[in-house]
């Protein structure tokens, strides 16, 4: 490890695997049939999401004290909240195999999958707007019902702290 002790930024670093480590929520979802997930350390690559978690660790910091941020901080009352997200939760949720949407067709029966209406476009969406429209519908879903989604099992407050948690993960 020449560079750094944490993330992995390539050959420099030394062996790619001894920096694949998994934040408990990832070890949660895919021991739950999620698939694999990225880990956050590793900075270099097609499946790298490191570098957009520097960059929402920058936003956060300036949000702190701000808005609440989920699990650090106890939900307001009313108003918003910051929530990390993974949008293929929502579309295995709806029923689907987790590919991306980019049909009304297929967009509209992941929203009824998750109890949603269907969505009234008059053009056909991309996968970053179907994307979108699902993780809302998804999210909604899981927030108005007992569900235990702010609440998962597993997390602690020292996991919280240390690592967060993505909105889903029960």
């Not at 490191?50 to 660790?57: P, V, Y």
Request: charged share 25%; glycine share 10%; proline share 4%.
């Amino acid at each position: 490890m020449a560079h750094r002790r944490h993330f992995y930024f390539g050959i420099a670093d030394g062996v790619k695997a001894d920096f694949m480590h998994f934040r408990q929520c990832d070890a949660r979802l895919n021991a739950q049939g999620g698939r694999k997930t990225a880990s956050a350390f590793d900075a270099i690559g097609a499946a790298q999401v490191a570098k957009a978690s520097f960059s929402g660790m920058r936003l956060l910091h300036r949000l702190d004290g701000k808005v609440a941020i989920f699990p650090m901080d106890p939900l307001p009352e009313h108003g918003s909240a910051v929530a990390e997200i993974y949008t293929r939760i929502y579309l295995r949720r709806a029923g689907m195999t987790g590919a991306k949407l980019r049909t009304r067709a297929e967009l509209n029966r992941a929203l009824a999958g998750l109890g949603s209406k269907p969505a009234r476009l008059s053009f056909e969406p991309n996968d970053h707007q179907t994307d979108a429209l699902v993780t809302a519908a998804g999210m909604r879903a899981l927030a108005t019902q007992e569900t235990g989604a702010f609440e998962p099992e597993g997390l602690t407050r020292e996991i919280a702290l240390a690592e967060g948690w993505t909105f889903g993960v029960l």
